[in-house]
């Protein structure tokens, strides 16, 4: 069973970072960072295969990096340049199929079995 847990959000001012961390129990293949704003859908942000290949949202490239921490069981999402449009729910989620390469770059919601509890991310402008 997979569990995910979201830690790091909170409100910061446009033009600054903030660092989002994912602690995952089991094994899981292909993780990801989605998004939600009120009245939105919940949108891909990013995603990092199990050998560490990222995919990134057009909105974010060039700012945000996602990375995993392996020994840690760990995703993270470091955001920088933060603009008020990237105010939203930020949801890690993972799958466990070891056909993960499409699921990895379509980056799509009903693709992922397991999700955490989200943080929320607000930046001001």
């Known amino acids: 069973q997979v569990q995910l847990v979201e830690s790091g959000g909170g409100s910061v001012q446009a033009g600054g970072s903030l660092r989002l961390s994912c602690a995952a129990t089991g094994i899981t293949s292909c993780m990801g960072w989605f998004r939600q704003a009120p009245g939105k859908e919940r949108a891909g942000v990013a995603s990092?295969?199990?050998?560490?290949?990222?995919t990134y949202a057009d909105s974010v490239k060039g700012r945000f990096t996602s990375s995993k921490d392996s020994a840690k069981n760990t995703l993270y999402l470091q955001m920088n340049v933060l603009k008020p449009e990237d105010t939203a729910m930020y949801y890690c989620?993972?799958?466990?199929?070891?056909?993960?390469?499409?699921?990895?770059?379509?980056?799509?919601?009903?693709?992922?079995?397991?999700w955490g509890q989200g943080t929320q991310v607000t930046v001001s402008s």
């Open positions: 990092i295969t199990p050998n560490g290949i990222t």
């Open positions: 989620a993972a799958v466990t199929t070891m056909f993960w390469t499409g699921v990895c770059v379509r980056m799509r919601s009903h693709d992922f079995a397991y």
